[in-house]
Structure formats: C-alpha cells, structure tokens
C-alpha cells in the first residue's frame, strides 16, 4: 500500500555517491534515517488499517501530496475518505520521551538525557485541516495523532487532541465508521477524482542544491545496480563491478537518474562523459540514446531530460 518515499530513495544515492570522510556525510545519513524510520513507522499503522473494517466505499490514500492552491501544498502520511468522513492521520515514529507544549507550538522529546524540540504534531496536523478545509469538501474533516514505537512515554498530552498510540487508533475510527452517510456513491466517487486531481509533486532543487555540496565532490562514474561499487568496463557492451564481480549489460539506465537526482534535471554529452568516465562524447551520446530520454533542442549541444512517462 505505501512505497518508500522519493526522498528516500533520493538520499541513497547520494550516500553511494559521497566519500565516507565527506563533511555532510553524517548529516545527510542523519536526515536518510529519520525518512526511513518514519516509513516504516508508517507502514505499521498501516498494517493496523488492513486489520479494520472499513464502511463500503473507503478509500485509504498514503504519502498524499495536495496542492491546494499556487502557494500553498499540503502532505498528508494518510487519509481515508468515506461517505461519512475525512480523517488525516499523522504518524510519528518517535522514542523517548514526548513532552507536549501546545501553547508555543512545540514538543520536546528526552532520550538519554538530551532534550531536543521538535515541531509540535498538533500543530502541522492542524494546518493540514485548514488546508483542506479551503476546498470545501462535502465532508467532516477528522484527525488523528498516532505514536508507532511503543518505546515512547507521552507526557502533558492535550485531553482536547485525537493523541493515540497505534494499537488504540483501530477504536477512534470504529466510532467514526457508526457515523451516518453525509454523501451518496456518485458524490463519493467525484470526490476520490477530486483528491485526485489535486495530487501534486512539487519540483524540488537538486540534492546538491538542497545540500550545498558540490556536484564536484561526488563519486563519479558508473555504480552497481546490486552494491553500490565502481563498475569498469570489459567490453563495448558489458560492464563488471569491482566487489561484487556481477555484470551489468546496461548500466546507464540505472545510473543516469543520479544525475538528474543529483545535478540537476538535463545533460549534455559532455556533462554525460565527465561524470560517468566515458571514454568519448561518441560513447556517452550511444549510452544516452539507451535511456529513451527526451531531446530538449535541436543545437550542436544537444541536452537530454528524462521522460517522466518511462521513469
């Protein structure tokens, strides 16, 4: 039901392309294993939802991007919508201990003795409502708090909050599920298309950008698709990673969204040659042609983007 999220994806090739002494090394393995906690955090309040019994015609919706207008995108970790409601579930992966400071606006959370604020859940799942709140869909908006880890200790918790931890959210939405109808089938399906419509991924900066880490810096050339190691080449059409000894007929399809990831959003055959050790720009233009890219001009320097319908 739920993929691993594309900034995920996105931070494990910059890991595999960065020099274990480079100076954002830690940090970026800091921001990849918090993604990667709150993903699995995710997936077991998901596998709560599969044990419910949901009304005929729900709809359970995960990682929901919305733009709600020009200036404004929301992302959801769920949201179910029925014919009797809307919930918003924010999932927090969390251990420690929670303490809860609703009048500023933050929580803080104690783990062997070191304090560190974080935002306050309350108040991201409450923008969220409001966001939602400016579509003026046919139904109530609920929402809900859930704390996976059962290695956290709540403290100061708002009575006024929908605050639960995971094993309790299968009882909140029982009482919601004995609401009445508020919308027909047909209302019900415009909505799902409605939500849909408005599903968005915003076009985000390079990770070199976001980071400031210099494209420079990275590792280049061709990675094994298995491990992650340097490939070399030991013929016109067959590369050999240099750990794990497998081959590899095609490895630019694999490796050219790095660039793209990385860098930034086209490349040229040169570009394409320096970064991934190319022995000429004829080389680079015949493994570019490989990876159906979309030719952005009609010049002598040619630059390439990837097809969104092929990636």
């Known amino acids: 039901?739920?993929?691993?999220?594309?900034?995920?994806?996105?931070?494990?090739?910059?890991?595999?392309?960065?020099?274990?002494?480079?100076?954002?090394?830690?940090?970026?393995?800091?921001?990849f294993h918090q993604i990667e906690a709150g993903y699995f955090g995710e997936k077991l309040v998901d596998n709560t939802l599969l044990e419910l019994i949901f009304p005929p015609h729900s709809c359970i919706l995960t990682d929901v991007h919305l733009k709600i207008h020009n200036h404004l995108y929301i992302q959801m970790d769920t949201l179910i919508i029925t014919k009797k409601y809307l919930l918003v579930i924010e999932v927090k992966n969390i251990v420690g201990t929670i303490t809860f400071q609703k009048h500023n606006?933050?929580?803080?959370?104690?783990?062997?003795?070191?304090?560190?604020?974080?935002?306050?859940?309350?108040?991201?799942?409450?923008r969220h409502i409001q966001a939602l709140e400016q579509l003026r869909l046919p139904l109530p908006i609920f929402k809900a708090i859930v704390f996976s880890s059962n290695r956290v200790i709540l403290e100061n918790v708002p009575m006024d909050e929908?605050?639960?931890?995971?094993?309790?959210?299968?009882?909140?939405?029982?009482?919601?599920?004995?609401?009445?109808?508020?919308?027909?089938?047909?209302?019900?399906?415009?909505?799902?298309?409605?939500?849909?419509?408005?599903?968005?991924?915003?076009?985000?900066?390079?990770?070199?950008?976001?980071?400031?880490?210099?494209?420079?810096?990275?590792?280049?050339?061709?990675?094994?698709?298995?491990?992650?190691?340097?490939?070399?080449?030991?013929?016109?059409?067959?590369?050999?990673?240099?750990?794990?000894?497998?081959?590899?007929?095609?490895?630019i399809t694999h490796n050219i969204n790095d660039y793209f990831i990385l860098v930034k959003d086209s490349?040229?055959?040169?570009?394409?040659?320096?970064?991934?050790?190319?022995?000429?720009?004829?080389?680079?233009?015949?493994?570019?042609?490989?990876?159906?890219?979309?030719?952005?001009?009609?010049?002598?320097?040619?630059?390439?983007r990837k097809n969104i319908e092929v990636f």
Not at 181 to 191: A, E, H, K, V, Y
Not at 285 to 300: P, S, T
Request: aromatic share 8%.
């Open 162 to 251: 929908p605050i639960f931890f995971r094993k309790n959210l299968s009882t909140y939405i029982h009482q919601l599920n004995q609401k009445e109808d508020r919308i027909d089938t047909s209302q019900f399906n415009d909505l799902i298309r409605r939500i849909q419509l408005k599903q968005h991924e915003m076009q985000r900066k390079s990770l070199c950008d976001r980071w400031r880490i210099s494209p420079e810096s990275l590792i280049k050339g061709l990675l094994c698709n298995l491990c992650g190691n340097i490939l070399y080449k030991i013929s016109n059409k067959t590369w050999k990673c240099t750990k794990c000894e497998s081959n590899d007929r095609n490895p």
């Open 267 to 304: 490349i040229t055959t040169i570009e394409c040659k320096e970064f991934f050790g190319f022995s000429s720009t004829h080389e680079a233009y015949y493994m570019l042609k490989k990876c159906n890219l979309i030719n952005v001009n009609n010049a002598r320097k040619s630059a390439y």
């Open 1 to 31: 039901m739920r993929n691993f999220p594309q900034s995920y994806i996105e931070l494990s090739r910059l890991l595999l392309r960065l020099e274990p002494s480079h100076s954002s090394k830690k940090e970026v393995e800091k921001k």
């Open 105 to 126: 606006g933050q929580t803080i959370r104690t783990l062997d003795g070191v304090k560190t604020p974080f935002e306050c859940p309350i108040s991201q799942i409450n």
